[in-house]
């Protein structure tokens, strides 16, 4: 059973920083690119940033380009999400996702082409 579980949220003043995690276990993790999404209240669950199965891609939303940096260490089957100069705006639930193809080249921003997510982590930064 293929399992997501986040961690490292919390409520932050804008400005500030935080580091998410995410724990995946009952999969290869290292033969998976990795996502992290957020969704705030009434709005549609969003594509943040994603990570090749080597970590050697990268790709960002524009939104947090230059602020958020996502990484891997596959020894530890973990997923991070560091988030600097935070803004209101980014406050929302950060999501973990697996995508769908092993050994993917791709780095797609769909939630569709990912197929495990984990509950999810509360980020709210305050003004």
């Known amino acids: 059973q293929v399992q997501l579980v986040e961690s490292g949220g919390g409520l932050v003043q804008a400005g500030g920083s935080l580091r998410l995690s995410c724990v995946v276990s009952?999969?290869?993790?290292?033969?998976?690119?990795m996502g992290w999404f957020r969704q705030a209240p009434g709005k549609e669950r969003n594509f943040v940033a994603a990570?090749?199965?080597?970590?050697?891609?990268?790709y960002y939303a524009d939104s947090v380009k230059g602020r958020f940096t996502i990484s891997r260490d596959n020894a530890k089957n973990t997923v991070y999400l560091q988030m600097n100069s935070l803004k209101p705006e980014d406050t929302a639930v950060y999501y973990c996702?697996?995508?769908?193809?092993?050994?993917?080249?791709?780095?797609?921003?769909?939630?569709?082409?990912?197929?495990?997510w984990g509950p999810g982590t509360q980020v709210a930064v305050s003004s």
């Open positions: 990570i090749t199965w080597g970590g050697g891609s990268t």
């Open positions: 996702a697996t995508n769908r193809r092993p050994l993917s080249l791709g780095l797609p921003t769909a939630p569709r082409t990912y197929d495990y």
């Open positions: 009952g999969r290869d993790f290292s033969r998976y690119s």
